[in-house]
């Protein structure tokens, strides 16, 4: 096991590491939603919920995948949070990661035109935005990597420039692909089933790892 996979273990889900600014963070998150909410049901549009809550499902997955792959390497995960934290909910997911997840998904449908089909670029407008905050997300990456708060141990997910691509793509871009696809079902509840499987998926992964093998990520 690295040096920094041993240090993200550390406090691991641990609320005496608890800090007084998650507190404001969290009640801005709630007011962010309960806005987009209220916006909802004035228009009947909830594709920024949705959006939302696609995208932090996406990273609850990711998460947990990566709490697997931590447990069962015996040697690392892909990525690691392992520097200061108002509480480390698993090795590389903390509670400051989760809040920016939240309202991500936000942020993108935000972005785009009310015209579905409008372009940038060339490119179609969702697609468009989709990549470029995909590429946005992966230089934070690359500045938090850097202030040795993200640590990557593997070589082939790293900063090289072949080995940011897996971050791009799996770390980032199917995120943003997940809430298009989301936003353009046909009914509410098509689009609501999203980030539903997805809450699914992780939540399933979490119960048989940490709850039935015992795994600590």
């Not at 892909?78 to 590389?92: E, K, S």
């Not at 708060?149 to 770390?171: Q, R």
């Amino acid at each position: 096991m690295t040096e920094s996979a041993r240090r993200a273990l550390e406090g691991l889900r641990d609320p005496a590491t608890m800090q007084w600014y998650a507190i404001p963070l969290l009640a801005i998150v709630f007011l962010i939603y309960a806005g987009e909410v209220q916006s909802a049901r004035r228009s009947g549009n909830w594709n920024a919920v949705i959006a939302g809550a696609t995208v932090f499902a996406a990273d609850f997955v990711n998460e947990s995948v990566n709490g697997w792959i931590f447990a069962l390497s015996g040697y690392s995960a892909l990525w690691l949070a392992p520097g200061p934290t108002a509480l480390r909910t698993m090795v590389g997911w903390n509670i400051e990661i989760m809040f920016m997840f939240a309202i991500l998904g936000i942020i993108y449908d935000r972005t785009l035109a009310d015209d579905g089909t409008a372009r940038i670029a060339g490119l179609p407008d969702r697609w468009f935005w989709a990549l470029a905050y995909s590429a946005v997300c992966v230089v934070v990456e690359l500045f938090l990597n850097r202030g040795g708060l993200l640590v990557w141990d593997y070589a082939w997910w790293n900063s090289g420039p072949l080995a940011v691509l897996p971050i791009y793509v799996f770390g980032y871009l199917w995120f943003f692909v997940a809430a298009k696809f989301a936003i353009e079902r046909s009914t509410l509840r098509a689009r609501v089933a999203v980030p539903v499987a997805l809450a699914g998926i992780a939540v399933v992964l979490n119960i048989v790892g940490q709850g039935m093998l015992g795994l600590r990520y």
